[in-house]
Nanobody, 114 residues
Framework: QVQLVESGGGLVQPGGSLRLSCAAS????????MGWYRQAPGKQRELVAT???????NYADSVKGRFTISRDNAKNTVYLQMNSLKPEDTAVYYC????????WGPGTQVTVSS
């Protein structure tokens, strides 16, 4: 089993920034991918960004150039730096881990509003 603990969500004005963190613990596989998905009210969960064990990154087109994903392998932690936030970025953000199986965090709310 892998446990994921997210932090960093909150309320921010349009154009502002937030940084999400997700720490993995438990039976961590030697090579694993992590990332972030989000789900807005009435919409399906969608990919935001992922990062592989080798550091390969993948972003949704809607966040390219504004969000940056990174990881600290020593801490089994993934980060999502979100800049130039827009109201349409409002959603519950879920941390994702894949080693041998998929695991999800409980989610953290990000609200972009004036």
């Amino acid at each position: 089993q892998v446990q994921l603990v997210e932090s960093g969500g909150g309320l921010v004005q349009p154009g502002g920034s937030l940084r999400l963190s997700c720490a993995a613990s438990g039976s961590i596989f030697s090579r694993y991918s992590m990332g972030w998905y989000r789900q807005a009210p009435g919409k399906q969960r969608e990919l935001v960004a992922t990062i592989s064990s080798g550091g390969f990154t993948n972003y949704a087109d809607s966040v390219k150039g504004r969000f940056t994903i990174s990881r600290d392998n020593a801490k089994n932690t993934v980060y999502l730096q979100m800049n130039s936030l827009k109201p349409e970025d409002t959603a519950v953000y879920y941390c994702w881990y894949y080693g041998r199986n998929n695991y999800w965090g409980p989610g953290t709310q990000v609200t972009v509003s004036s």
